[in-house]
Protein backbone atom coordinates (compact mmCIF):
# COMPACT_ATOMS: atom_id res chain seq x y z
CA UNK A 1 0.00 0.00 0.00
CA UNK A 2 1.50 3.72 -0.85
CA UNK A 3 1.57 6.53 0.89
CA UNK A 4 -1.49 8.27 1.53
CA UNK A 5 -1.01 11.79 0.25
CA UNK A 6 -0.82 14.52 2.90
CA UNK A 7 -4.33 16.52 3.05
CA UNK A 8 -2.01 19.96 3.12
CA UNK A 9 1.06 20.20 0.89
CA UNK A 10 3.70 22.27 3.13
CA UNK A 11 3.79 25.29 0.87
CA UNK A 12 -0.46 25.33 1.01
CA UNK A 13 -0.16 24.68 4.74
CA UNK A 14 2.30 27.97 5.07
CA UNK A 15 -0.47 30.15 3.07
CA UNK A 16 -3.27 29.35 5.46
CA UNK A 17 -1.08 30.01 8.59
CA UNK A 18 -0.44 33.40 6.99
CA UNK A 19 -4.22 34.49 5.56
CA UNK A 20 -4.77 33.23 9.64
CA UNK A 21 -1.94 35.35 11.01
CA UNK A 22 -3.06 38.56 9.18
CA UNK A 23 -6.98 37.86 10.44
CA UNK A 24 -6.39 37.39 13.95
CA UNK A 25 -3.97 40.78 13.76
CA UNK A 26 -6.90 43.07 11.54
CA UNK A 27 -8.73 43.60 14.71
CA UNK A 28 -8.61 47.14 16.05
CA UNK A 29 -7.37 47.71 19.24
CA UNK A 30 -8.32 50.19 21.57
CA UNK A 31 -6.52 51.21 24.69
CA UNK A 32 -8.73 53.13 27.50
CA UNK A 33 -6.07 55.00 29.39
CA UNK A 34 -7.56 56.55 32.93
CA UNK A 35 -8.23 56.65 36.42
CA UNK A 36 -10.80 55.26 38.99
CA UNK A 37 -13.47 56.36 36.86
CA UNK A 38 -12.63 53.73 33.89
CA UNK A 39 -11.06 51.00 36.19
CA UNK A 40 -14.23 50.34 37.49
CA UNK A 41 -13.61 51.56 41.25
CA UNK A 42 -15.70 50.02 43.93
CA UNK A 43 -17.84 47.71 41.56
CA UNK A 44 -16.78 44.54 39.72
CA UNK A 45 -14.98 44.92 36.55
CA UNK A 46 -16.87 43.25 34.32
CA UNK A 47 -19.97 46.08 35.42
CA UNK A 48 -17.57 48.61 34.39
CA UNK A 49 -18.34 51.07 31.44
CA UNK A 50 -14.94 49.29 29.49
CA UNK A 51 -16.24 46.02 29.72
CA UNK A 52 -19.47 46.83 28.70
CA UNK A 53 -17.93 48.69 25.71
CA UNK A 54 -16.48 45.56 24.89
CA UNK A 55 -19.50 43.68 24.99
CA UNK A 56 -21.06 46.15 22.73
CA UNK A 57 -18.51 46.82 20.18
CA UNK A 58 -17.71 42.65 20.01
CA UNK A 59 -14.72 40.56 18.94
CA UNK A 60 -13.94 42.92 16.31
CA UNK A 61 -12.10 45.02 18.65
CA UNK A 62 -9.71 44.45 21.27
CA UNK A 63 -10.06 46.52 24.17
CA UNK A 64 -7.36 47.03 26.95
CA UNK A 65 -7.96 48.48 30.27
CA UNK A 66 -4.81 50.52 31.44
CA UNK A 67 -6.62 52.40 33.87
CA UNK A 68 -5.27 53.13 37.71
CA UNK A 69 -7.27 53.61 40.47
CA UNK A 70 -5.69 57.11 41.82
CA UNK A 71 -3.83 58.32 38.32
CA UNK A 72 -2.67 61.51 37.68
CA UNK A 73 -1.88 62.88 34.44
CA UNK A 74 1.58 62.62 35.22
CA UNK A 75 1.49 59.00 36.51
CA UNK A 76 -0.05 58.01 33.13
CA UNK A 77 2.35 59.73 30.82
CA UNK A 78 5.36 58.13 32.36
CA UNK A 79 3.40 54.94 31.66
CA UNK A 80 2.17 55.46 28.70
CA UNK A 81 5.82 54.52 26.32
CA UNK A 82 5.51 51.11 27.69
CA UNK A 83 2.20 50.82 27.34
CA UNK A 84 2.30 51.62 23.40
CA UNK A 85 4.66 49.47 22.69
CA UNK A 86 3.29 46.56 24.45
CA UNK A 87 -0.40 46.76 23.23
CA UNK A 88 0.05 48.88 19.63
CA UNK A 89 -3.34 50.38 19.74
CA UNK A 90 -5.07 52.39 16.80
CA UNK A 91 -7.24 53.94 19.07
CA UNK A 92 -6.37 55.52 22.70
CA UNK A 93 -9.42 56.72 24.85
CA UNK A 94 -8.21 59.35 27.08
CA UNK A 95 -9.48 59.40 30.40
CA UNK A 96 -7.46 61.03 32.88
CA UNK A 97 -7.00 64.73 35.00
CA UNK A 98 -9.68 64.50 37.61
CA UNK A 99 -7.21 63.36 40.12
CA UNK A 100 -4.92 66.11 39.32
CA UNK A 101 -8.00 68.53 39.47
CA UNK A 102 -9.26 67.29 43.13
CA UNK A 103 -5.38 67.99 44.49
CA UNK A 104 -5.44 71.52 43.29
CA UNK A 105 -2.74 71.26 40.77
CA UNK A 106 -1.87 73.76 38.95
CA UNK A 107 -4.01 73.43 34.96
CA UNK A 108 -1.18 74.33 33.02
CA UNK A 109 0.70 71.00 34.62
CA UNK A 110 -2.14 68.78 34.00
CA UNK A 111 -2.68 70.21 30.01
CA UNK A 112 1.24 70.26 29.27
CA UNK A 113 0.75 66.11 30.54
CA UNK A 114 -2.33 65.87 28.50
CA UNK A 115 -0.43 67.56 25.81
CA UNK A 116 2.77 64.88 26.17
CA UNK A 117 0.22 61.92 26.52
CA UNK A 118 -1.44 63.04 22.86
CA UNK A 119 1.38 63.72 21.47
CA UNK A 120 3.26 60.54 21.82
CA UNK A 121 0.25 58.41 21.13
CA UNK A 122 0.08 60.45 17.83
CA UNK A 123 3.49 59.43 17.20
CA UNK A 124 2.89 55.69 17.68
CA UNK A 125 -0.06 56.23 15.03
CA UNK A 126 -2.72 55.79 17.53
CA UNK A 127 -6.00 58.10 17.01
CA UNK A 128 -7.06 60.04 20.49
CA UNK A 129 -10.29 60.15 21.38
CA UNK A 130 -10.42 62.80 24.63
CA UNK A 131 -12.68 62.30 27.63
CA UNK A 132 -13.30 66.06 29.08
CA UNK A 133 -13.66 66.57 33.17
CA UNK A 134 -15.25 68.86 35.85
CA UNK A 135 -14.29 69.28 39.37
CA UNK A 136 -16.60 69.92 42.17
CA UNK A 137 -17.63 73.82 42.66
CA UNK A 138 -16.32 73.92 45.65
CA UNK A 139 -13.15 74.25 43.90
CA UNK A 140 -13.61 77.81 43.04
CA UNK A 141 -15.06 79.48 39.95
CA UNK A 142 -11.97 80.71 38.53
CA UNK A 143 -10.00 77.51 39.13
CA UNK A 144 -12.80 75.43 37.58
CA UNK A 145 -13.50 77.10 34.69
CA UNK A 146 -9.52 76.90 34.28
CA UNK A 147 -9.39 73.27 34.81
CA UNK A 148 -12.59 72.56 32.03
CA UNK A 149 -11.40 74.69 29.77
CA UNK A 150 -7.80 72.34 29.63
CA UNK A 151 -10.16 69.53 27.51
CA UNK A 152 -11.08 71.80 25.59
CA UNK A 153 -8.09 73.47 24.04
CA UNK A 154 -7.04 70.06 23.18
CA UNK A 155 -9.53 68.80 21.62
CA UNK A 156 -9.25 72.24 19.59
CA UNK A 157 -5.67 72.42 19.33
CA UNK A 158 -5.53 68.29 18.09
CA UNK A 159 -8.45 68.41 16.70
CA UNK A 160 -9.68 65.59 18.57
CA UNK A 161 -12.71 63.93 18.85
CA UNK A 162 -14.72 65.09 22.22
CA UNK A 163 -16.84 64.37 25.22
CA UNK A 164 -17.05 67.23 27.20
CA UNK A 165 -18.25 65.78 30.28
CA UNK A 166 -19.14 62.09 30.20
CA UNK A 167 -20.59 62.00 34.41
CA UNK A 168 -23.30 64.51 32.89
CA UNK A 169 -26.35 63.61 34.57
CA UNK A 170 -24.94 61.79 36.77
CA UNK A 171 -22.62 63.35 39.30
CA UNK A 172 -26.37 65.33 40.21
CA UNK A 173 -27.94 62.31 41.13
CA UNK A 174 -26.78 60.95 44.22
CA UNK A 175 -28.52 57.07 43.96
CA UNK A 176 -26.08 56.92 40.80
CA UNK A 177 -23.03 57.56 43.21
CA UNK A 178 -20.96 55.43 45.68
CA UNK A 179 -20.83 56.67 49.32
CA UNK A 180 -17.76 58.86 48.42
CA UNK A 181 -19.99 60.67 45.96
CA UNK A 182 -17.35 60.83 43.70
CA UNK A 183 -17.47 56.95 41.81
CA UNK A 184 -20.47 55.98 40.06
CA UNK A 185 -22.29 53.06 41.09
CA UNK A 186 -22.53 49.79 38.54
CA UNK A 187 -26.51 51.15 37.55
CA UNK A 188 -24.30 54.37 36.10
CA UNK A 189 -22.07 52.11 33.68
CA UNK A 190 -24.67 51.94 31.22
CA UNK A 191 -25.35 55.79 31.30
CA UNK A 192 -21.60 56.27 30.99
CA UNK A 193 -21.16 54.15 28.22
CA UNK A 194 -24.21 56.05 26.37
CA UNK A 195 -22.40 59.15 26.54
CA UNK A 196 -19.26 57.23 25.34
CA UNK A 197 -20.01 54.91 22.91
CA UNK A 198 -21.71 56.99 20.00
CA UNK A 199 -18.63 59.03 19.89
CA UNK A 200 -16.14 56.07 19.73
CA UNK A 201 -18.43 54.30 17.14
CA UNK A 202 -17.94 57.07 14.88
CA UNK A 203 -14.17 57.36 15.24
CA UNK A 204 -14.33 53.60 14.70
CA UNK A 205 -16.17 53.47 11.59
CA UNK A 206 -14.43 56.52 9.67
Known amino acids: MGLKTPLFKPALLLLMLILLSNTASANQKILVWGDSL ?14 LMRQELGDE ?13 RGGLTRLPSALKKTAPDYLILELGANDGLR ?16 KAKKADAK ?9 PNYGIAYSKQFEA ?22 EDLKLLQEDELHPTAEAQPLILEKILPVVSTELNK
Open 61 to 73: FEITNGSISGETT
Open 104 to 119: GLPPSVTKNNLSKIIE
Open 150 to 171: IFKDLAEKYQLPFIPFFLENIV
Open 38 to 51: SAAYGIPKEKGWVN
Open 128 to 136: VILLGMKIP
